[in-house]
Antibody, heavy 119, light 113 residues
């Protein structure tokens, strides 16, 4: 059974960089035509897709975060990462990593990691 | 990116059916058969219930069905059960420059009376 697990600091100061790791187990991150993604959900709000990436390093971002977000993949460790630079309180959210199962849906999700941006 | 509009709430009694709508535009829902639906219980991650408009992943009860007409997609939950009480989000393709990225609706809280 495929499992995903987010990890990273729960508290980040304004203007600093949010860094998260997603560890994939029960399957290879190198799957043919399998993409991986980051989605966040502010408290009481709807999910927001952030980025999608492939094990080769190809990455795609929501236009509104393209200048601040960086997604990368380490296939040797079966992990992928998210960095979000210059954070503000508006970036406070539960961050999920997920597998894109086909065209535009996410079929396996991590449990989520709450990140609070505060001084 | 356009927004997807969902009613904030819906409700039904056990055993009844309830339908949740998701309205987009001719650029998203109307243009592609890429509508998905997610169920989310409090404190849990979203769970994929429907993909590509009508398809159910393995393990999702057939009480959950969905459709699309024009720019509006719909999720129907039949034979309501207590555990169906949750938030439901629709999503669809975000556009060519995002290579499979998605946009989500604002969510509908389903209450089982």
């Amino acid at each position: 059974q495929l499992q995903l697990q987010e990890s990273g600091p729960a508290l980040v100061k304004p203007s600093e960089t949010l860094s998260l790791t997603c560890t994939v187990s029960g399957g290879s991150i190198r799957g043919n035509n399998i993409y991986w993604g980051w989605i966040r959900q502010p408290p009481g709000g709807a999910p927001e897709w952030i980025s999608t990436g492939y094990y080769t390093g190809d990455t795609y971002y929501i236009p509104s975060l393209r200048s601040r977000a960086t997604m990368s993949v380490d296939a040797s460790k079966n992990q992928f990462f998210l960095k979000l630079h210059s954070v503000t309180a508006a970036d406070t959210a539960v961050y999920y990593c997920a597998r894109r199962g086909g065209t535009t849906f996410f079929d396996y999700w991590g449990q989520g990691s709450l990140v609070t941006v505060s001084s | 990116q356009s927004a997807l509009t969902q009613p904030p709430s819906a409700s039904g009694s056990p055993g009844q059916s309830v339908t949740i709508s998701c309205t987009g535009s001719s650029s998203d829902i109307g243009a592609y058969n890429y509508v998905s639906w997610y169920q989310q219980h409090p404190g849990k991650a979203p769970r994929l219930m429907i993909y590509e408009v009508t398809h159910r992943p393995s393990g999702v009860p057939d009480r959950f069905s969905a459709s699309k007409f024009g720019n509006t997609a719909s999720l129907t939950v039949s034979g309501l059960q207590a555990d169906d009480e949750a938030d439901y989000y629709c999503s669809t393709y975000a556009g060519l420059d995002t290579y499979g990225g998605v946009i989500f609706g604002g969510g509908t809280r389903l209450t089982v009376l």
